[in-house]
């Protein structure tokens, strides 16, 4: 049985129809990519995954359970987190702090940060092991707005890990790097991979086509490809669109 199992899920915005019909599975533990032209849903559908948009019609199932139209609370209880294509941390707040404001145990409490940061270690600690693991095990004191632009994308995604996802929703994790910060993200991004499901919307083919199990190809409000980069290479579709060039 797929972790995910998406099946006919349609979404149309007044007249707008954006989104036909997507089926896609994901098996547990895989790297799930997807692109497509701009404009094509890509994000409209993870907004219906992660469920900030109810689909009209179409199904969406989580390990066999069947979660269509659940708020994005309910789905993020359930183990399913996004990290943004616009980032979404506080500023002012520390890197540590960014991390453990997203811990369910701390909002749990409320968001006292100062009496957090003060009473209780459990939290600072949890999020500094999070750090280590995205590489910014030194930058734990440091405000965001100081953060470099790669350093924030990595404490992104350090503050989606604090949730305990089985499912890590990358929505073009590589929009804004240059190519350093790509090479850390890959770098990252690959040590992640196997350990949780990650499904990531990407332009940059080069880190899709070299970090992903599978790739889908959304088009027309449907998945028009699919398989492995190397599969992918020999479609019709994706050799006349250019967008499989790096595979
Ligand atoms: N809430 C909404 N109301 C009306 N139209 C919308 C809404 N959300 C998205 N759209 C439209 O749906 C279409 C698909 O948008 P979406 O952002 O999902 O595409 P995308 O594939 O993620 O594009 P990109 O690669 O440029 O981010 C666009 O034409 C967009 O304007």
């Known amino acids: 049985m797929a972790l ?18 997507i089926d896609l599975t994901v098996p547990e533990g895989e790297f799930h990519g997807l692109m497509g032209p701009n404009g094509a849903g890509k994000t409209t559908f993870f907004n219906v995954l992660t469920g900030r948009v109810k689909p009209s019609r179409g199904s969406i ?5 069947d979660v269509t139209g659940l708020s994005s609370h309910r789905i993020a209880a359930k183990g399913v987190a996004r990290s943004f294509q616009i980032m979404t941390l506080f ?16 909002r749990a409490r409320g968001f006292d940060m100062h009496h957090a940061a003060a009473g ?27 953060l470099s632009y790669g350093d924030r994308r990595a404490l992104e995604i350090a503050v989606a890990l604090g949730q305990g996802p089985r499912v890590l929703c990358l929505d073009e994790p590589t929009s804004g ?11 990252l991004v690959g040590r992640l991979k196997g350990k949780l499901t990650i499904v990531a919307i990407e332009h940059d083919m080069e880190f899709l086509f070299s970090l992903a199990d599978c790739i889908s190809v959304i088009h ?28």
Not at 4 to 21: A, K, P, Q, W, Y
Not at 61 to 65: I, V
Not at 91 to 106: H, I, T
């Open 4 to 21: 995910i199992e998406v099946s006919g899920v349609h979404v149309r915005f007044g007249d707008r129809v954006v989104l036909e019909s």
């Open 61 to 65: 199932r989580f390990d066999g359970e």
């Open 91 to 106: 500023d002012e707040f520390s890197a540590r702090e960014n991390v453990m404001v997203g811990l369910p145990g701390f």
């Open 120 to 146: 209780d270690r459990g939290f600072a600690e949890k999020a500094s092991e999070i750090l280590v693991t995205v590489g910014l095990a030194d930058k734990g004191d440091t405000r965001a707005k100081d």
């Open 177 to 187: 790097l240059g190519s350093d910060g790509v090479q850390r993200l890959a770098t």
């Open 220 to 247: 027309w409000g449907q998945v028009v490809a699919r398989g492995a980069p190397h599969e992918l290479q020999q479609n019709e579709w994706v050799k006349r669109s250019n967008l499989g060039r790096f595979a």
